[in-house]
């Protein structure tokens, strides 16, 4: 498959699962209770703090597409370090790389995946077996964060059902499948597609070598190590965008030069024909 293939397939993909976004039912009272002070029942956005939505890789392109067009060079930077000290990070509940913690407030709002959109209004029958698994793992490890759904917010109009809930995430599959991603590969397995922002940041980001280097730092390196490593692996990235940001510009230079020297030619042509047909020298 070529790259161009690949990038229509994609392209495609974002344009059908907005359309699926589009089709959940909205909620209300979300920001409100965000910004209430906590003393008169406010939240502070204490689901994006604890909770760490896990997104299906043309979920992640659709956010990422957003990110490249609206976020400055210094944010995308500050969204890519975010990611590498969330993911060195061995603290089993993680709050998401996207969450304002000082504005509370969502960057990428506009693009919520398919879990934050449904959160508050997933139907019973489906929310309660997760919650019940993850109250298991806490008993295991008391850092780890259960959060119920959000009682604070409102659906506009009907919740969604089971069956509109399966329907959903059945198209949504299909249109991962439809990308390129082999059906035994949509999961939230090691090898899946179905991962948390920040990882689906770092596996973009970074090369293979990256990968390995930073994988052992989570798996081995003391809190010291892997503060130093990202340190380090943003020095490197800031240095390599620096490196294409002028790669870039003698490419731009370049090509002025060559069509500035095309419209001389041509000026230069049309001025011969027009000498020509005024039959001078």
């Avoid at 400055?72 to 998401?96: F, H, Q, V, W």
């Avoid at 920040?198 to 990256?210: C, E, K, M, Q």
């Avoid at 060559?258 to 020298?281: F, M, P, S, V, Y």
Wanted: aromatic share 8%; proline share 4%; glycine share 4%.
């Amino acid at each position: 498959m070529t790259k161009r293939t690949v990038y229509s397939k994609v392209k495609e993909g974002i344009d059908k699962i907005n359309e699926i976004y589009s089709e959940i039912p909205a909620t209300t009272g979300c920001l409100k209770y965000i910004e209430m002070p906590k003393e008169e029942g406010g939240c502070g956005g204490k689901c994006c703090l604890h909770q760490n939505p896990s997104v299906l890789y043309i979920e992640f392109m659709n956010t990422w597409k957003y990110v490249m067009s609206n976020f400055s060079m210094d944010e995308i930077l500050g969204l890519i370090e975010r990611s590498l000290r969330t993911y060195l990070n061995d603290a089993p509940t993680k709050g998401c790389v996207f969450f304002d913690r000082d504005k509370k407030v969502c960057t990428q709002h506009e693009t919520r995946p398919y879990n934050c959109r449904m959160y508050s209004q997933i139907p019973d029958e489906e929310f309660k077996p997760r919650y019940e698994a993850l109250k298991v793992l806490q008993e295991k490890d008391f850092r780890t964060v259960v959060m119920p759904q959000c009682d604070l917010t409102e659906t506009v109009g009907d919740k969604p059902t089971k069956e509109q809930s399966d329907e959903w995430w059945a198209r949504m599959k299909k249109i991962e499948n439809d990308c390129g991603i082999p059906e035994n590969q949509i999961t939230d397995d090691q090898n899946g597609t179905y991962r948390t922002f920040h990882d689906h940041i770092i596996l973009h980001v970074f090369p293979d070598w990256a990968l390995e280097d930073l994988t052992k730092m989570k798996l081995h390196g003391s809190f010291q190590d892997k503060n130093l490593a990202v340190l380090q692996t943003m020095s490197w990235l800031k240095g390599t965008m620096e490196q294409k940001k002028d790669e870039v510009l003698e490419h731009r230079a370049q090509n002025k030069d060559k069509i500035d020297a095309a419209k001389k030619a041509q000026e230069e042509l049309e001025k011969e024909l027009k000498q020509a047909e005024n039959g001078t020298d």
